[in-house]
């Protein structure tokens, strides 16, 4: 395949992966999410704010419109293979004008903000927007997920030092527990509930919220291979939906509806617990591209 052609082709497929991951929430995180909202008692505060989430859910992918009005940072995860003639320069490319055109079509808003001037940047592209980070792979494809992560949830995330003192939180799985269940309870409703946490136990500043983040690419269904860490995950979920938060912080019985978390080396001296808080929008999607660049299959 010419160059001009493979371009088109990668376009095209980046551009469809943008329309779905705004539009359409994936099948394992409905499911989540309908599972918790059903414990919320008929006609309560909690149960309207679930049907509307629900009726949203459901219009956003009859219309193909974005799920949410905030279309949220653009979170990209290529995982490549350098023997398929495409260089991470050629594929930033294609993800770049695909994302002038998801925001010309409507896929996603106007969202990108300069922060020195203030002005809107109206293609939505600017320094780290989108946001790509490339891995390389030894498979002959090109693997390419997308988050899209809204504002109000994100700025909820928060990283803790630990020991902390103020929540008696030491360099254990005992204290990560306590500042992760702080992190829930400082959001409130605040990053739209019910949420769904990444979590990295470990790492430096910025490895830590990347690995938060990276967490919420893990399906669902995924175990975690630690069964310490798989533990902690389940515990969190059911310790957080206690709180009585609820939906929109309206209070209610589902306040989260998961959990995962991941670990990273650290330091002697540091020990950082980071949390990245997904809200009930939680838009995520996948695609593997055969060798001629065209979707060969989803993910989620
Ligand atoms: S936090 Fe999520 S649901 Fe709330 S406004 Fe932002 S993107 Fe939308």
């Known amino acids: 395949m010419n160059k001009e052609k493979t371009k088109t082709v ?10 779905k991951t705004s539009a359409e929430l994936p099948p394992d995180i409905i499911t989540a999410l309908t599972y918790y909202a059903k414990q919320e008692d008929a ?16 219009l956003a992918k009859e219309k193909s419109a974005p799920l949410c009005q905030d279309t949220g940072s653009l979170l990209f995860y290529v995982d490549y293979h350098s023997g398929l003639g495409v260089s991470t320069l050629e594929l ?21 903000i300069n922060s020195i001037t203030g002005k809107n940047e109206p293609s939505n592209v ?21 988050i899209l992560k809204g504002g109000g949830c994100e700025n909820v995330g928060v990283q803790y030092s630990l020991p902390h003192a103020p929540l008696s939180a030491g360099r254990d799985l005992e204290g990560a ?5 702080d ?21 430096d500043r910025s490895s830590g919220y990347e690995e938060s983040k990276r967490q919420l690419l893990r399906a669902v269904s995924d175990e975690n291979p630690l069964p310490e860490l798989k533990h902690l995950e389940q515990e969190i979920v059911e310790m957080a939906n206690q709180l009585g938060i609820g939906p929109m912080g309206f209070g209610g019985k589902t306040t989260l509806f998961g959990c995962k978390i991941g670990h990273l080396n650290r330091l002697p001296a540091s020990f950082f617990v980071t ?12 695609m593997r591209l055969a060798s001629d660049f065209t979707i060969s299959k989803w993910h989620y």
């Open 10 to 19: 990668l376009i095209d497929s980046f551009l469809e992966l943008i329309r």
């Open 43 to 58: 006609n309560t505060k909690a149960s309207w704010a679930v049907e509307l989430m629900e009726e949203n859910i459901k």
């Open 92 to 112: 930033k490319s294609a993800i770049q004008k695909a994302v002038i055109l998801a925001t010309e079509k409507g896929y996603l808003r106007q969202n990108s």
């Open 126 to 146: 600017g320094p780290s927007h989108p946001h790509i980070l490339f891995e390389e792979q030894g498979e002959e494809f090109i693997d390419a997920r997308l």
């Open 177 to 181: 527990k306590r500042v992760i269940l």
């Open 183 to 203: 992190a829930v309870l400082q959001a409130q409703g605040k990053g739209c509930s019910p949420g769904y946490l990444g979590v990295c136990i470990g790492g």
């Open 275 to 286: 949390i990245s808080y997904m809200c009930w929008s939680y838009r995520r999607q996948g």
